[in-house]
């Protein structure tokens, strides 16, 4: 039998916020959070590991936005980490002097 | 489980893998083939690489080609294939404008594509060092180059869908993240009875039982090979994605210096003193001598830069053979003028980070660590994943197929299933068809495949739409692979005399392999056949006359 639809989204438009949400946002909080790990870390070595666990990561974060009951809060705790992942960045905090 | 995740893990399943079903199966396929490039090479040229040791003629080759282009001041570029059978060349214009004679420069650069546009000086071909002959990309096109690429879709670049990168590639990319998001959602699905449910396999049940089997216990003891592939897959087709907003952010928008700090490509530019070197240039002896030099390690590529100028330059990037070392490259780069050692790095000590997870990627998706067995077991696994596809996508019809759906969803859903199927299980006898092709006509080069492979397909998937009939759709493509794959081996014996009893005594394994790969195929395919004929029960689904039954792969895997 095909999911019970009770449980699903009805709404075509939240769907797509849905998708939206899990494929840009998963992928905005993807890269920061690679990208804040190399203010500390060998920027290359940081950017290689990404190749396995980058997009593990994105694709439970897709997951995470159909999964969770609200996707604007989903919204909001994407936009909130990517800001603070990107912090060191844009803040040209760098500890890791060997790169 | 909580049943709304329950059944939200089971809509984006479901969602995600009938979207990319019958994608993923052609890549499951034709890579599931790939493992045994190098024996359908073989196969194809009728002469056997196995267990050769080559001295590779550089010397003659640049000898030969000295008696068409004036070399002075040229860079060349040489992959070596695997095996060390050959190698292709890609040999640029001179340096030295006396030789070049350059055109006005129309500002257009295409540095990163090998094969676009190019200068009617420069050459990039492929050079065979047993018979010392070269071939252009297109005339030494086989079979085991055509799977492999079809693998990664390379073949849709072509229809002229032009969105700025190569259109096939990106198709192949998100196909392969909806198949790691497939696997994620269907092994939590599963999660409740992944142990009780580990190797429940009800073949007496009924047919959707069996369906449900096949997908849910072989999805599951394959999941750990699917992952891998998935991830590794996604990696190597459109990394890019993940690499570009580094590029920018990180290294000033320059890709070149991204990729250049993850050891892809080596930037490698020397400038022209047009003063000619004094003396002879040995290539032989000096890949000789790095490759004595470098035990345990195989040459991958050859650089050289302003040939017989007093700046020329030489590099060497080696790989280790995975029996000795895992992980690691090395590469070394020599001024030929002064004989200096300018850079190097021993391939088999010194490996870093990078080279870590590189060597990972690569090794884990081309599956070139284990030898032979190991190719097996994962040919053996990529069939599995056709298996668990195909199931899915029978699942995924049966589930829909009830009295309380509207005509027209049960309609669309038997036509669309209808069209996956017929697309899947043509490729088995279309590939089959192809290899006994290649080996009937007289020329065949890269037009002959594509036309012979993909009008074959088409025809062939109309006419097993046409039927309409699953069951019927199921028998015709087994007696046709069946009859077809046990073709190969006798158009190998007919035309080239190579039968499989003169290969075993010649010891050419590799061609004996691919004639021995098909013979089995042919066999699970007619035991299947048997099997399916007697034991098939059709029940009438719609009034269409159509009746779901067992699908051709599994047997394969059941062996």
């Known amino acids: 039998m095909p999911a019970n639809k009770k449980y699903l989204t009805k709404s075509p438009w939240l769907r797509l916020s849905k998708i939206l949400c899990g494929s840009v946002g998963g992928y905005a909080v993807t890269v920061s959070l690679h990208l804040f790990f190399t203010a500390f870390l060998p920027k290359e070595n940081v950017i290689m590991t990404a190749a396995f666990t980058g997009y593990i990561l994105w694709a439970f ?22 800001i603070v992942f990107a912090l060191p960045y844009l803040l040209k905090i760098n500890f890791n002097h060997g790169s | 489980m909580d049943p709304r995740k329950y059944n939200i893990y089971f809509h984006t399943h479901t969602i995600s893998g009938i979207i990319i079903a019958a994608v993923l199966y052609v890549i499951f396929f034709a890579g599931s ?66 030789v070049s004679k350059p055109k006005p420069k129309t500002g257009k650069e ?121 991830v590794t897959g996604v990696v190597l087709i459109v990394n890019y994605v993940l690499l570009m907003p580094f590029a920018s952010l990180l290294y000033n928008g320059d890709s070149d210096k991204l990729y250049e700090s993850l050891q892809y490509n080596k930037v490698v530019k020397v400038d022209y003193t047009y003063k000619p070197i004094s003396g002879a240039f040995d290539m032989d002896a000096f890949v000789g001598k790095w490759q004595k030099e470098w035990k345990d390690a195989k040459i991958s590529r050859i650089y050289i830069r302003n040939y017989m100028d007093e700046s020329m330059q030489v590099s060497l990037e080696g790989q280790p053979n995975p029996e000795a070392n895992f992980a690691g490259s090395g590469y070394v780069t020599v001024n030929i003028g002064t004989g200096k050692v300018l850079e190097h790095k021993s391939p088999n000590n010194g490996g870093n980070y990078i080279d870590g997870v590189k060597s990972l990627l690569y090794h884990l998706h081309f599956g070139d660590f284990g030898g032979k067995p190991l190719r097996i077991i994962f040919f053996l696994l990529g069939l599995m994943g056709c298996a668990v596809i195909v199931s899915g996508i029978m699942i995924w019809l049966v589930a829909r197929d009830k009295v309380a759906t509207e005509l027209r969803k049960r309609r669309f859903n038997f036509w669309a299933s209808n069209f996956f199927l017929a697309a899947c299980l043509s490729m088995l006898p279309v590939t ?128």
């Open chain 1, 61 to 82: 974060l897709l997951l995470y936005a159909f999964v969770a009951t609200n996707v604007w809060r989903v919204w909001g705790i994407y936009v909130l980490l990517t």
């Open chain 2, 33 to 98: 083939f790939s493992f045994f490039k190098d024996d359908i090479a073989a196969w194809q040229k009728g002469r056997s690489e196995a267990g050769h040791a080559f001295d590779p003629p550089y010397n003659y080759l640049l000898d030969s080609l000295s008696q068409h282009y004036n070399l002075r001041g040229r860079s060349f570029n040489f992959y070596l294939l695997r095996q060390g059978q050959g190698t292709y060349v890609d040999m640029t214009a001179s340096a030295d404008t006396t």
């Open chain 2, 110 to 230: 295409d540095g990163r594509s090998r094969r676009g546009k190019r200068d009617e000086d420069a050459a990039y071909f492929r050079y065979h060092f047993a018979d010392k002959k070269a071939g252009d990309y297109a005339d030494s096109y086989d079979m085991a180059e055509f799977l492999y690429r079809l693998h990664f879709l390379a073949q849709l670049n072509q229809v002229g869908i032009n969105i700025g990168t190569p259109f096939g590639y990106l198709v192949a990319g998100i196909v392969a993240f909806l198949f790691l998001f497939a696997l994620i959602t269907g092994l939590l699905l599963h999660w409740d009875k992944i142990k009780s449910n580990f190797f429940l396999f009800r073949p007496m049940g009924k047919w959707k039982t069996v369906w449900t089997d096949m997908h849910t216990t072989l999805g599951v003891i394959g999941f750990p090979f699917q992952l891998v592939f998935a």
């Open chain 2, 432 to 559: 089959a068809f192809t290899f006994i092709m290649v080996k009937m006509l007289d020329q065949v080069d890269q037009g002959v495949i594509y036309r012979t492979y993909f009008y074959s397909w088409l025809v062939l998937g109309i006419y097993l739409m046409v039927l309409r009939n699953l069951p019927r759709m199921n028998r015709h493509t087994l007696i046709l692979s069946a009859v077809l794959c046990l073709g190969v081996p006798i158009a190998n014996g007919i035309s080239t005399g190579l039968w499989m009893w003169t290969t075993w005594q010649k010891g050419a394994f590799d061609i004996l392999f691919i004639d021995a790969l098909f013979l089995t195929l042919a066999g699970s395919c007619a035991y299947a056949f048997t099997r399916v004929r007697t034991e098939a029960k059709t029940f009438k689904v719609l009034s269409l006359s159509k009746t779901p039954e067992n699908v051709s792969k599994p047997s394969v895997v059941r062996e």
